[in-house]
């Protein structure tokens, strides 16, 4: 079975009781090893010594070398040979044929240790010297049976102590893995819980302290903005219905009236003038609704000529304005500025802002172009009543009028119509990466367009 079809727990707690397998073994190996070599040691102690203690009982007579003091041949494991060069002056009484060749091949090499493997024996071999001369050799032997034997047991039980230690880590592995992964299994339960319209519950509350909580943090920003993106569609279906609620409406009265018989010719004509002019309004908010879905997907743009859009947008309304006697002036700053979105974007974020200050102004509408700290900033201004302070804000929400309940009002003023509405002119500047504000001013409205320069 391939790993990746074991859950994350398994695949965890193996990696885990793999690394503790190989600790444990790379620590059981090398205590076995020193203490190996410990005992070694310790055995090869052991024959210096019986050694020194022997050389110790030996004397010379007439240049020979003569034993002083016998080696008590009753000790079980002590088992001494002196040679003065190839005669035995003393030996074992008990022999073992093998540890006696050994023996004999090791007191002709006068120095040093050798192990039979056969009886367990150790053996080591010193010289007898008188000054510089070498008058014999003194073998001692040791069976290192009670070493191996301690090595041996010290090494059963370390296999044994390292697999009771794996078990547990195995055990306590899983414990721990399982009780971190509980707030991953809660979060798993919760989402799968949660129905479509769940959006407004969260995760984790407060701020993250670990990985898992970061990650609990994550998914409740994503929510967020989850929850953001499906309110702005409501709020856009209610922006759309609002808008072509009035115009569709009309369009339909007019239509009826149209067709009585009773209407003469010139009746009939302003009729169908103004379902045209219904109509017109019905395709201004269909292409603003493009417009913003095209604001809104990423692609390659070389944005548009910041004065230009605003004179274009200024001559739309400036009939209209000049049949009330009413004027606008369009100022731009010095320079050749360009804003990050398309003309007709642009045009169509204006031109709503421009409708209000057509039907609100006294005398006099401005359009202000200028740049600022990496924005293109257009300002629509009139000589109008203006925009109460406790409205700036909410006169961008869907269907709000100032006076009450809004039949035919989009901007916040109960005047006749259905204009674009303000809501959509941000959703647009939203929508090319800018924002729409209402701003104070002495003696009138003021709105504020901030668009990215290109």
Request: charged share 25%; glycine share 10%; with cysteine.
């Amino acid at each position: 079975m391939s790993p990746r079809r074991f859950s994350l727990r398994t695949r965890l707690t193996l990696g885990a009781v793999a690394a503790a397998a190989i600790a444990l073994a790379v620590l059981i190996s090398a205590f076995n090893i020193v203490l190996d070599a410990r005992l070694r040691s310790d055995a090869d102690n052991v024959l210096r010594e019986r050694a020194t203690t022997v050389l110790r009982g030996l004397g010379t007579v007439n240049g020979r070398l003569s034993v002083a003091e016998a080696p008590d041949a009753g000790a079980v494991d002590t088992q001494t040979w002196i040679f003065a060069g190839a005669r035995a002056l003393e030996q074992p009484a008990r022999l073992d044929a093998r540890d006696q060749v050994a023996v004999r091949a090791l007191a002709r090499a006068r120095l040093g240790f050798t192990t039979v493997d056969a009886t367990d024996t150790r053996l080591l071999a010193t010289p007898v010297r008188s000054g510089f001369r070498q008058l014999g050799t003194v073998v001692v032997a040791a069976s290192v049976s009670p070493y191996e034997s301690t090595a041996s047991w010290a090494l059963l039980g370390s296999v044994i102590l390292g697999v009771l230690m794996l078990a547990a880590s195995v055990a306590l592995s899983r414990w721990l893995i399982s009780h971190a992964l509980r707030p991953v299994a809660e979060i798993t339960g919760r989402a799968t819980a949660w129905g479509e319209l769940d959006l407004g519950r969260r995760f984790f509350a407060g701020e993250p302290h670990d990985e898992l909580t970061g990650l609990a943090a994550a998914f409740d920003r994503l929510l967020a903005r989850l929850a953001e993106s499906l309110r702005r569609e409501q709020r856009l279906t209610a922006e759309v219905s609002h808008e072509l609620r009035t115009p569709l409406a009309k369009i339909a009265a007019e239509a009826e009236l149209g067709r009585g018989g009773e209407r003469r010719g010139g009746e009939r004509a302003e009729a169908l003038e103004r379902i045209g002019a219904h109509a017109l309004e019905l395709q201004q908010v269909l292409d603003t609704l493009l417009a913003s879905a095209r604001a809104g997907q990423p692609r390659a743009s070389q944005g548009s000529d910041a004065a230009e859009s605003a004179r274009r947008a200024a001559a739309q309304v400036r009939d209209a304005l000049a049949a009330q006697g009413k004027s606008i002036a369009v100022a731009c700053d010095h320079g050749r500025r360009r804003a990050a979105a398309e003309d007709d974007v642009v045009q169509r974020i204006l031109a709503p802002l421009l409708d209000n200050a057509v039907r609100f102004a006294h005398r006099r509408v401005d359009l202000a172009v200028r740049a600022r700290d990496g924005f293109v900033v257009y300002e629509v201004s009139d000589d109008g009543p203006g925009v109460a302070a406790p409205d700036r804000e909410r006169i961008f929400e869907p269907g709000f009028c100032a006076g009450g309940p809004c039949a035919d009002g989009v901007d916040g003023h109960s005047h006749a119509g259905a204009g674009l509405g303000l809501s959509l002119v941000r959703r647009l500047a939203h929508a090319a990466g800018g924002e729409v504000e209402a701003r104070e001013r002495a003696g009138g409205a003021s709105f504020v367009v901030r668009l990215p320069a290109a």
